[in-house]
């Protein structure tokens, strides 16, 4: 292989030889706030699916989409509201959204786990026919 045009980002520089502290503190606390306020807000809804289902959405499809499955969130919903699994309807659709239905499904599975005190280590047969490992 030739790296002669690869681009050279951190060679010999990273990791730095000294971190400024001073700059990350700051966005860290930020970004932990942020989510304080989020696991609040969920904490107070009626359905906190209303918030979760999308994100699980958009992180089975980019996550997909890096394994080469291509698919988009229209199409997962389109799946989600006009089809059975086993109707006549669901062979309509292409076989990435079947792949990304599943790992959105496996994702919902490792979320219901945790909720009934599994730990983020554990794995269960119980909720699917399938062994699901929560990374």
């Known amino acids: ?14 990791p730095p030889p000294k971190l ?9 606390i930020n970004a ?11 904490k107070n809804m009626h359905n906190s699916e ?5 994100l699980r959405n958009q992180e089975a499809v980019i996550s997909s989409r890096m394994e ?7 199409e997962i919903l389109r799946f989600e509201a006009d089809s059975d ?5 669901a062979k309509k659709f292409r076989s990435e959204i079947f792949e990304t239905i599943l790992y959105q499904r496996a994702l919902l ?8 005190g599994y730990f983020i ?5 119980n909720y699917t026919s399938t062994i699901i490992i929560i990374w």
């Open 20 to 28: 400024d502290y001073n700059k990350l503190v700051t966005p860290l």
């Open 85 to 89: 699994n086993d109707s006549e309807e």
């Open 121 to 125: 280590t554990t794995f269960n047969q």
């Open 109 to 116: 599975n490792a979320q219901n786990a945790m909720v009934d």
């Open 68 to 74: 080469g499955t291509i698919s988009t969130i229209d």
């Open 50 to 54: 209303i918030l979760l289902a999308p």
């Open 1 to 14: 292989m030739d790296f002669q045009q690869a681009v050279q980002y951190h060679y010999d520089k990273f």
């Open 32 to 42: 932990t706030d942020a989510l304080a306020r989020y696991d609040q807000m969920l």
